[in-house]
Every structure is written in C-alpha cells, then in structure tokens.
C-alpha cells in the first residue's frame, strides 16, 4: 500500500508563498488520483484540490482558484501543492490523500479517498 508524507509546512506572514510536497513511497503512486485537504480547528475539513493520475484535470475549491496550482511527477511518486497569495483563512492542517478512480482522466468525490498522509501545518499570519 501507499504511504504518503507530507512536507513543506510553516509559518508564512499573508501575501507570501509556500509550496507543500507529498511524497508516495514507491510502488502505485501513479495508480491514484491525487488530492490535498485542509482542515482548521472548528471547521470540517475541505476539500482544496485534486489532479487525475495523468495529471491532465484538475479541480479547485472555490476559496483557492487563481492562487493554488497542484501538479504531480509520477516518475518521483511526489504530488505538488503550490500556494501563492496566502490569507489568514489559509491557516490550517494540509493532508495528502490518494483515491482510486476508474479513469486517469479524472478525480474522485471528496469521500472517495483512502490513503492519507499525517498533515503539515500551515500558519499565515496578518
């Protein structure tokens, strides 16, 4: 089975920058449509951005669009989380997660995955 890691957390002050990493151990990485999550203390967590295992459809919460860009290298079993232009509401637990899907042109329900990594904290200050 698939183990993911994440990295690439920390503290950033609003307007920054970060990226975040996954990093599948070997095997069937590219076998698994890709996601990121958040989930901050008192809200439930959110499904932030997808990308099909060709990497070729991806898919953005409303609250990213324009300023997070998810990619993946298959051939380094990493999934990418670029984050640009951060805010305070950014702040939050950020999870890898990987989900099956029938197709390598799309992604799964947010409900549909069932690798997941521990999470790296994300803090933006204002």
């Known amino acids: 089975q698939v183990q993911l890691r994440e990295s690439g957390g920390g503290s950033v002050q609003a307007g920054g920058s970060l990226r975040l990493s996954c990093a599948g151990s070997?095997?069937?990485?590219?076998?698994?449509?890709m996601g990121w999550f958040r989930h901050a203390p008192g809200n439930e967590r959110e499904y932030v951005a997808a990308?099909?295992?060709?990497?070729?459809?991806?898919y953005y919460a409303d609250s990213v669009k324009g300023r997070f860009t998810i990619s993946r290298d298959n051939a380094k079993n990493t999934l990418y989380l670029r984050m640009n232009r951060l805010n305070a509401e950014d702040t939050a637990v950020y999870s890898c997660a990987g989900g099956w899907v029938r197709s390598v042109h799309t992604v799964p329900p947010s409900s549909a995955y069932d690798l997941w990594g521990q999470g790296t904290q994300v803090t933006v200050s204002s």
């Open positions: 070997e095997g069937t990485f590219s076998n698994y449509a």
């Open positions: 990308i099909s295992i060709r990497g070729d459809y991806r």
